[in-house]
């Protein structure tokens, strides 16, 4: 199940990522248990420490040295009375080995960070436009080359239909820019439409977003990089053929840059943004004023002949192909509570400057790349060819394709901000492996920035880092998601009917089908240029969510607290007992051969006090005897139980034995005690039969059997 | 150190394989301390045990059903008052996917056997003569066609002196004979040159003939099928393109037949080996009678060109080639507790008449190949050429070939026998590792046995499946164990100084300097032909086997069993202690969150009855704080200590927590009780943290930590 945004308190909902999130509190019904279980709880000594636990510190603060190793106890410093706190250098692991390559990760990716400097910075308006509409904005140095590279394939007769599908676009980038306005002031913690979605039209439809949203996240990841290396390969044709190389090393920037926990500074975003801006309207201006000197009558295009016919199929999948310049709208509303006081309507009006400086980019665009007789080539993007033509001499030129390419990768970087936060919202709800949970020592999502990277560096070198042929996988994945999200609207006005609702849900219908309409025509219009990888994939990451989800569910419920019976305090069955006083033990302990290290296990086996069984396996009768033999002169302190293996196995009799001793006493935890040789070399180990590794792998199926390991550890 | 034989009972020296090997018996000092400690050892509570260790079974046998599993209680039965015999189910894993590979396996290699089916068998002379004749007599089949392959580089007029190198080799082979001979009544228990360098020229010489004997078992395995596979080829040339797939598939039919321990069962040598013999005498009756014909004048061989000058080193290669016709003499001396007894005085007669056969055949075959006028062509034999030229038409062509083919398959199947008992000896004695003590189900040494194949393979492989090829790898490593086992009589004698010690020492002092010779001569004619990777590999597998020994030596010094110390029974540090009064405990039970996995370990640790402290880690101070109160609401039972880890980190500050405790209480054992959710599905572990299997990675190295493991075992 999504979690509702409003339960709870606000840091545990909606869009704030907590270092604590790994540990969720108990639900009031779990508390209530662990009382009962408590007023039960009886144990026979109650045991004084012999040590004292907090180590002798009492508020004293040793300054930890950075280099060089402390020893163990100076690593901890108290802060208050039954707490310690671990310094930095308690994170070192204990080997040579995986300390130097922590350092050397250190040394890359900067100290680690405490959980104390997470931000929950608030945005500016002005800052939040820059930051939020990167990926938003950036789309307009790919859109219009898009759809003119479908329509070219009609002959250059087919460009002029440019314009009226622009048209068209403009019309869907507006409903949809109102619908998503309308979700804001709903969702005030934040409305992603994973969230959304879920809320409003079951698990299943926030899950088929989420999953469209990775699949929009990845791709905005390949598509960004795959046209901002364009954009340079463009104004450098000499780096051309080292594209997907190129992109690829971005690609691992970006995961190195944001595995530091790079935070989501404003300020990197700002300028880039506003000179790509300022550059994109400085070449409408002064485009506009030559095509003026022409009359604005259009420059006809060079002749390309036709490779297709012009049908309503092309005309579709330009439009598709064209709507890819709306992706990253759904920005601002992910970040609601991001933004200062008040936040709803600050972000709505951040929306609202967005996407008109998106109509007015997008659509101007179209016009002067019509008026100036342009078409898509393959050595250089449209854009490029634009600012050629429009600027032929001076830096005006380099400017533009520097401010683009840079613009497209701070949107893939937005990609990297999002992916991770995604699959911490899912894992939250048990959708995804909580292990996107947890915060890396630099305070990010590690695990979640490397799938991205993972996943985006793939699909870019398998798609051969060109922008044209991953459009038709991006368009599916995230009109799916924006579909999605804006029916889940239809459904939560009708359900509030609060003020005008009847206005809002119109409006939101709208956006929904124009979106649906999108979707539809992307996944069959492109459906074998590509959009097939993703109507398949979809399906499955829901089903992968779903079986992940289940999986959790049956760990919780295994794991839930029940109160303990209250009649018998007699003993249970082994693995059903929570208290103390209903635990009985046997001691084994496995004797291959008497020696420092199997008399150690044993002395620690009869130590606890518990009833100890000492068990060989011979694989001769002979051998048996002899063993017998050293046993009765060591004492014969310990009863000792034989069993010949004529088969000379050792692992598999001794495994079936221990079932049979559980089978005539369910009701005893069996305690398995070895011995285990730590080797100081890894090629030792093939010269050690790993005994306790194997037999540890053979008894953990079996219920209430414990195995306890005595390491031995050799000086060499 | 090798050991000495005669040292100790018989069974346990000397060349008797037991299965019990992998168990040595205490030595009288160690039984002596054995005793001491148990004297001083003492239990708080004797314990009665809570169950019947003897699974209630007395006398009782159940018929334990072949197919289906039984219950693990029926899977043992009672032969004496303290000993269970486990039945062959006992063996079987306890998944599912195990017990269908096993069952598997036994399809194909057959039901496992007891130990009690171990064969003493002795052999009777005409047994022994074909089991241990076949290596030796099977290198006639390439021996002298070795020695012309280098002859006839100096082209055709070259290969007369065949003869006189024949001659040479037949004293060579009678001197090492003879040499091999003395041997025997020295060394009644076995005379491997392993064991006689080791013996009498220190444990260095022992591990090079050990290094040279592996070589040689490796390469009679590829050179036999080699030659086997050449022997069939050249009688059915279709088969030519196949020949390298058709050894490599041989080799996995010897491999899988040794694997299902198929005894050496002198049955199935005992017919091919005096086929062959007598199809070779055959040969050359029939051979002598045409050449009689011809009133003995040589046939001139065709005309060559010399593609090399006939210097002194082409005919020193082409001595050494020849040599290895001698390969598998040794044998005799390796089986000597195999005959019937008189054992020594049998295995020198056996001796004697196989080298005076080797003597005859090969002569003879050299004086006939030399009058047939024949050369060494790729796509034939010689000895197929002969047969032809002999038996132009009739069956017995296609017989010759077939019984080489098969004698040559045997020769090849003897090193199965060999180096597996040489790796057991070695490991014995702690030169290699100890796995190969152990007896496969089959009783047959599985991994020595798939080392071996593996091994031959790979060189059969890499050397094209030519046996003109592999020669020159060949002679080094057979003349360097001859040459040590040969030394080391000499100094034999020279110790004991018995009856008649100065000519039994000059004889073997002749042995040694021929050998010698012949080595020298291999490594340094054939030097750059392949010779070099033996002198570079024996060195290195020498040094292998010290490291491993010194391994092992270091290992059992470690775990070698000392006194208790007299004075006081207070604790000692962690690790010294052997005594249970001396174990101090204190239980450690990390605690993550409170559910039923964690309540389990802490109820398991507190039942224990020592002392117990939970940690909780906890990545913020917020959640320190909200532990601390569901810990109280629990009723506080155990004392908590909280330790901050504000980098998120779980694994690193709690394994230096535990080392600072360790620090402060250095003579406690500490005992880390952690649950471990028992998956079912492997998919299901990325899922997981797996913080079980890290902490115990993190903890093994702290002295006088010990691991407990509580399985909890999902349902679904």
Same mark, same amino acid.
């Given at each position: 199940?999504?979690?509702? %945004? ?228 463009? &104004? ?126 997008? &659509? ?55 992916? %991770? ?29 490397? &799938?991205?990277?993972? +996943? ?10 060109? +922008? ?24 939560? #006005? ?39 990888? !993703?109507?398949?994939? !979809? ?25 303990? %019976? ?7 069955? &082994? ?7 209903? !635990? ?49 002169? #060591? ?82």
């Amino acid at each position: 199940m999504a979690r509702r %945004p409003g339960d709870g308190d606000e840091a545990d909902s909606g869009t704030v990522v907590t270092p604590s999130a790994e540990f969720p509190p108990l639900a009031p019904e779990e508390l209530g248990t662990l009382r009962r279980i408590g007023d039960r709880w009886r144990a026979d000594h109650p045991g004084e420490l012999p040590i004292d636990p907090t180590l002798g510190r009492h508020g004293g603060r040793p300054t930890p040295t950075r280099f060089g190793r402390l020893a163990p106890i100076a690593m901890f410093r108290r802060e208050q009375p039954d707490e310690l706190v671990a310094t930095e250098p308690a994170n070192l692991p204990g080997t040579g080995f995986g300390r130097a390559l922590t350092r050397l990760r250190r040394a890359v990716f900067g100290p680690p960070l405490s959980s104390a400097a997470v931000l929950y910075e608030r945005m500016r308006k002005l800052v939040a436009l820059p930051v939020l509409s990167s990926d938003l904005l950036s789309s307009v140095a790919y859109g219009p080359e898009a759809m003119l590279a479908v329509l070219v394939l009609a002959g250059s007769a087919a460009l002029g239909l440019s314009l009226p599908l622009a048209a068209g676009l403009v019309l869907l980038m507006v409903a949809v820019g109102v619908s998503y306005r309308q979700t804001i002031p709903a969702y005030p913690h934040g409305a992603g439409s994973y969230i959304v979605a879920g809320d409003n039209l079951g698990a299943g439809a926030g899950l088929t977003a989420a999953a469209g949203l990775m699949l929009d996240y990845v791709l905005t990841v390949a598509v960004s990089v795959a046209a901002g290396v364009h954009a340079i390969t463009s &104004a450098v044709p000499r780096l051309a053929p080292f594209a997907v190389l190129l992109g690829v090393l971005v690609i691992a920037v970006l995961l190195a840059g944001n595995l530091r926990g790079v935070r989501t500074a404003g300020n990197i975003f700002v300028l880039p943004t506003y000179v790509f801006v300022v550059a994109l309207l400085a070449l409408l201006v002064v485009g506009y004023l030559r095509a003026a000197g022409r009359s604005f009558e259009p420059v006809p295009p060079p002749a390309v002949p036709a490779a297709e016919g012009l049908g309503l199929l092309l005309v579709l999948r330009a439009f598709a192909s064209g709507a890819v310049s709306m992706t990253g709208i759904e920005a601002v509303s992910n970040a609601v509570p991001a933004f200062r006081p008040p936040e709803w309507r600050n972000a709505r009006t951040t929306l609202g400057w967005m996407v008109a400086m998106l109509v007015l980019l997008f &659509a101007a665009l179209t016009l002067l790349i019509h008026l100036a007789g342009l078409v898509p080539r393959p050595d250089q993007t449209v854009l490029s060819q634009l600012a050629r033509v429009t600027f032929p001499t001076g830096p005006w030129y380099g400017l533009i394709q520097a401010a683009t390419a840079l613009i497209l990768l701070l949107a893939a970087n937005t990609a990297f901000n999002d992916f %991770p936060r995604l699959l911490f919202f899912m894992a939250r709800a048990g959708h995804a492996p909580r292990r996107f949970l947890h915060m890396g020592d630099r305070l990010a999502f590690s695990d979640g920035l490397v &799938a991205l990277a993972a +996943t985006a560096a793939l699909i870019f070198v398998a798609f051969g880092g060109y +922008t044209e042929r991953l459009i038709p996988l991006y368009a599916v994945g995230v009109f799916l998601a924006f579909t999605l999200s804006q029916a889940g609207m239809v459904i939560h #006005w009708r359900r509030r009917r609060g003020a005008g609702w009847r206005r809002r849900l119109a409006l939101n219908a709208v956006g929904a089908t124009l979106s649906g309409l999108v979707l539809v025509t992307a996944a069959v219009a492109k459906f074998t240029e590509g959009a097939w990888v !993703v109507v398949i994939a !979809v399906p499955l990451l829901v089903l992968l969510f779903h079986r992940v989800h289940r999986h959790y569910r049956n760990l919780h419920a295994a794991l839930a607290l029940h109160p303990p %019976p209250v009649a018998p305090v007699a003993a249970g069955p &082994a693995e059903g007992e929570e208290l103390p006083q209903q !635990v009985r033990h046997l001691v084994v302990v496995p004797m291959a051969r008497l020696n420092r290290a199997s008399l150690r296990a044993l002395a620690y086996a009869v130590s606890l006090g518990q009833p100890t069984l000492a068990v060989h396996i011979a694989p001769e009768e002979a051998e048996a005897d002899r063993f017998r033999e050293q046993w009765r002169a #060591w004492g014969d302190h310990v009863r000792l139980e034989t069993i010949v293996s004529p088969y000379r196995a050792v692992i598999g009799p001794l495994a079936h034995y221990l079932e049979a001793l559980h089978d005539t006493g369910p009701e005893l935890v069996l305690t398995v005690i070895v011995p285990e040789v730590v080797l100081r070399r890894s090629w030792h180990r093939p010269l050690h039969s790993r005994t306790e590794q194997r037999l540890r792998r053979a008894l953990r199926p079996l219920p209430g059997v414990v195995v306890t390991s005595i390491p031995v550890h050799l000086t060499e």
